[in-house]
């Protein structure tokens, strides 16, 4: 993990570490530009907040719509910021992902070519075209520790695997929130005044829905599971659930419709409890609320004949599938 060492929640004080980060990312940047990845998630929203109180106008904040988000997650996004006094400008790159990711299914050849996708490509554009030589971002320490012992490699952790991030890309990587993990990060976020809506979401991928969808990403298959997305977190949001999710299987399985086979789609929904994503428990959700979640999803996303529950803990797990 290198010289990086987690803040446990019970160690955290809040407004010491809001006004150290502030301090650090202003000392750090000084009289420069930076530029911020907000995807609308806990860790980017907070670091968003901790960006504009260090910097204000020399902070350009940018949403990149991979094509790969919720449903109307961008807009939605952007106009929260927008009421916060926070501009965030859109940018569409939604060919460019599914241009790098045509025709993979390896998950790590995903996550690596989102990883170029957005700090090669898009953000290296931006960079030019901004003048900036910071870049912040929302990596959270859980990310590192996952990546480090060969896990799972988060799209985001570049320094910790020892990429020079300005040799490789032109600018220098600002991580306020590497310290701390999810529940701790929520707790910075209240404090810094972001909607609950925002700081107490469940946690969502770096690489977004192109995590949830095994095999080939293309754009009908992520339509298929962001609108599997929508109904589990519909009926899961009130829940006190840590996580929940759903995923589109790459085989095909036998159903019937109308008496007839229907040679569909199927559609795995996860929840979890836990603390700090580093072991998870399913939640014993009630049955009405399982067979609820079948028939939505069934009778709702087209194609989809089976909805499974998983029922293992992590470890050997992972909460995520991908």
């Given amino acids: 993990m290198g010289k990086i060492r987690e803040i446990p929640l019970a160690a955290l004080k809040l407004n010491e570490f809001i006004k ?10 000084k009289d420069g530009i930076a530029i911020n990845a907000l995807s609308g998630g806990v860790d980017s929203s907070v670091v968003t907040l901790l960006g504009f109180k260090a910097l204000g106008g020399q902070l350009k904040t940018y949403f990149i719509d991979t094509g790969l ?11 929260i910021f927008k009421s916060l006094g926070v501009p965030v400008e859109l940018i569409n790159a ?6 790098a990711l045509k025709g993979i299914e390896d998950p790590e050849k995903k996550r ?24 912040l971002q929302g990596t959270n320490y859980t990310d590192v520790e996952e990546t480090v012992a060969g896990i799972k490699r988060q799209h985001n952790i570049l320094t910790q695997l020892g990429i020079d991030t300005k040799k490789a890309y032109g600018y220098h ?56 997305t929508r109904i589990v977190e519909e009926e899961l949001g009130k829940t006190s659930a840590f996580q929940y999710l759903a995923i589109l299987h ?26 700090d994503a580093r072991e998870g428990t399913p939640t014993r959700l009630p049955f009405d609320t399982l067979l609820k979640l079948g028939d939505r999803i069934t009778g709702e996303v087209p194609g989809v004949v089976s909805v499974t529950y998983n029922i293992t803990r992590k470890p050997p797990s992972t909460i995520e599938a991908i």
């Avoid at 310290?179 to 946690?203: C, D, F, M, S």
């Avoid at 969502?204 to 949830?212: D, Q």
Wanted: proline share 6%; with cysteine.
């Fill in 20 to 29: 150290n980060k502030v301090k650090e990312i202003a000392e750090e940047v």
């Fill in 69 to 79: 988000m919720r449903h109307q997650e961008p807009q939605y996004v952007v106009s």
């Fill in 94 to 99: 939604k060919k460019q992902f599914f241009n």
């Fill in 112 to 135: 690596n070519a989102v990883t170029h996708v957005f700090y090669k490509e898009v953000f290296g554009d931006l960079v030019k075209k901004s003048g900036a030589k910071y870049l």
């Fill in 173 to 228: 990587v600002i991580e306020p929130v590497i310290e701390l993990r999810k529940t701790a990060i929520r707790k910075v976020g209240r404090a810094l005044g972001l909607p609950k809506e925002l700081y107490g979401r469940p946690p969502f991928p770096g690489p977004a829905l192109s995590a949830r969808v095994i095999g080939e990403v293309t754009p009908q298959r992520v339509e298929i599971v962001r609108k599997a």
């Fill in 250 to 275: 790459q085989d095909r399985v036998t159903g019937m419709r109308n008496g007839k086979r229907d040679f569909g789609l199927q559609i795995e929904v996860r929840c979890w409890d836990s603390k």
